[in-house]
């Protein structure tokens, strides 16, 4: 089945240990994006790969970093997490990112807690 | 810079009835416009996207939206709502040509009561 994993669904952690949440996609897909969700202000990206090896900051990439080292892994991590990173992570992909955009697959979403 | 208006935060339909869920644009040029719906608990669901050609575009679930230009608006809409559509409704703008990085409204929930 064509998806994206996120793992894990939900992690409760404390404030400054590292932490990474995993994203991979079985779709052969280029562009892979993260997202955080959080009530009233929808959806804001944080990091997106273009491909291999090539990624870029979103909206909101203060206290993140991404890699890209295969098409199809784009793990998020947080190296000194924060209560302000609390929110509902979303990996996304797609075929391609320029003019033949077929639109994201989704993951099921990361729901992080930082106490 | 592009961006997306959702105006309608909630949104209170019956079973049944009539939907349309607004959504406003801003971008200078021909955009590309979806439609996603969040289910509680899931990610976002595609329901239907607008490149060119036929302003009326339908998608899965029994969805259609409907481009307008002049009004810089791509609503969508469904005849009669069932009780498994309750859930939340983006609608995202990206750009033609070049780099695609898209933006998100804010969403609108939808409530539907029996």
């Known amino acids: 089945e064509a998806q994206v994993t996120q793992n894990p669904r939900y992690l409760i952690t404390v404030t400054g240990k590292k932490l990474t949440v995993t994203c991979s996609q079985n779709?052969?897909?280029?562009?892979m994006s993260w997202y955080r969700q959080d009530p009233g202000l929808g959806l804001r990206q944080i990091y997106y790969?273009?491909?291999?090896?090539?990624?870029d900051k979103g909206d909101v990439p203060e206290g993140y970093k991404v890699s890209r080292k295969e098409k199809r892994n784009f793990p998020l991590i947080l190296e000194s997490p924060s209560p302000n990173q609390t929110s509902l992570y979303f990996c996304a992909s797609s075929l391609y990112s320029g003019v033949s955009n077929y639109g994201y697959t989704f993951g099921s979403g990361t729901r992080l807690t930082v106490v | 810079a592009q961006s997306v208006t959702q105006p309608d935060i909630h949104i209170t339909v019956s079973e049944g009835a009539s939907l349309e869920l607004r959504c406003n644009y801003s971008?200078?040029?021909?955009?590309?416009l979806f439609w996603y719906v969040q289910s509680p608990g899931q990610g976002l669901q595609l329901l239907l996207k607008y490149f060119s050609g036929d302003t009326l575009v339908q998608g899965i679930k029994g969805f259609e939206a409907e481009f307008k230009r002049s009004q810089s608006s791509f609503n969508l809409r469904k005849p009669s709502v069932h009780w498994s559509d309750a859930a939340e409704y983006f609608c995202?703008?990206?750009?033609?040509?070049?780099?695609?990085?898209?933006?998100f409204g804010r969403g609108t929930s939808l409530i539907v009561h029996p």
């Open positions: 995202a703008v990206g750009q033609s040509g070049g780099s695609y990085i898209p933006t």
């Open positions: 779709m052969n897909h280029e562009y």
């Open positions: 790969s273009m491909n291999v090896e090539v990624t």
């Open positions: 971008y200078g040029a021909t955009p590309y």
